[in-house]
């Protein structure tokens, strides 16, 4: 989700407490029972998508700068969460989507086996539709996208919806995994995600990139995080070692645009 945004030169700082009040509400609908699963996760990506449509509305419609926009609406999610479960998650996880997020096929886990369909699908869909063409044609020059006939807002929003969706769904998968639903849950992947794009070639300015190199890109934080894990680094240098990556990429990516200026 994160990966589409920055695509378009956006960023969703909204994620965090998108994904927590969609966990909050799926196990609270759910209450449990693999009966309600099916309304549990309707009604959790229902919120995924329309928090993510109000945004990409403001962003494309109102001209709200992505950072003010998304980190207020993350605040106001927050809120929405703590009231909505009075500070104490309510329900519990269906055991068929434990068993989903926990089994595997294999040696495979089924969640590996499901996110590498989910790469394939939307590379597929970025480079292959006209979908995907508007998006980067959009975050590479939106004027020149307008005047070529694409509707700059639709894109947007779109993207920005598909971003909330995508969080929403993380919730439920997140909470699946754990066995439960719990506030904050969502905060320990913001700066990840935003690492995982940058270093996987996507220009923060949007238009350049795609989805294959972000998968790459969590692979390599997956494994330097479980690193940091097992030589029992605590969270903050963790979070410093993320934020110098950032700046890292940052840096080399600059380096490499000024290098391709002058070799032209």
């Known amino acids: ?15 965090a407490w998108v994904l927590t009040a969609a966990a909050l ?3 609270d609908v759910s209450q449990g029972q693999n009966a309600g699963l099916l309304p549990a996760l309707a009604a959790a990506l229902a919120v995924g998508v329309a928090v993510g449509a109000i945004n990409g509305f403001a962003v494309a419609k109102l001209r709200i700068s992505p950072i003010v926009m998304t980190l207020a609406m993350n605040n106001i999610m927050q809120g929405v969460a703590l ?3 009075d500070g104490t998650p309510r329900g519990g996880v269906p055991e068929a989507m434990r068993t989903l997020t926990t089994g595997a096929i294999g040696p495979l886990p089924t969640m590996v086996l499901l996110w590498a369909a ?15 063409r508007a998006l980067l044609a959009v975050g590479e020059n939106p004027r020149v996208a307008w005047l070529s006939g694409i509707g700059n807002t639709r894109v947007i929003i779109l993207a920005y919806t598909a971003s909330g ?22 905060d320990q992947f913001v700066l990840p995600t935003i690492v995982a794009v940058v270093l996987g070639g996507t220009s923060i300015l949007g238009g350049r990139g795609g989805y294959g190199g972000t998968a790459i890109a969590v692979i390599f934080i997956t494994l330097l995080t479980t690193v940091l894990i097992i030589e029992n680094i605590s969270p903050g240098i963790r979070n410093i070692v993320f934020g110098g990556v950032v700046i890292v ?16």
């Not at 989910?118 to 995907?132: F, K, N, S, Y």
């Not at 969706?165 to 969502?186: K, Y």
């Not at 990429?249 to 032209?264: D, P, V």
């Open 1 to 15: 989700g994160q990966t589409l945004v920055m695509l378009t030169g956006g960023i969703d700082l909204s994620l």
């Open 25 to 27: 509400g799926f196990t």
């Open 83 to 85: 009231v909505y479960s």
């Open 118 to 132: 989910a790469t394939i699908l939307v590379m597929l869909v970025l480079r292959c539709t006209r979908a995907g």
């Open 165 to 186: 969706l995508c969080a929403a769904l993380a919730g439920v998968l997140f909470a699946g995994f754990s066995g439960q639903a719990f506030l904050g849950m969502g």
């Open 249 to 264: 990429a940052l840096f080399f990516y600059r380096f490499l645009q000024n290098s391709g200026r002058s070799a032209s």
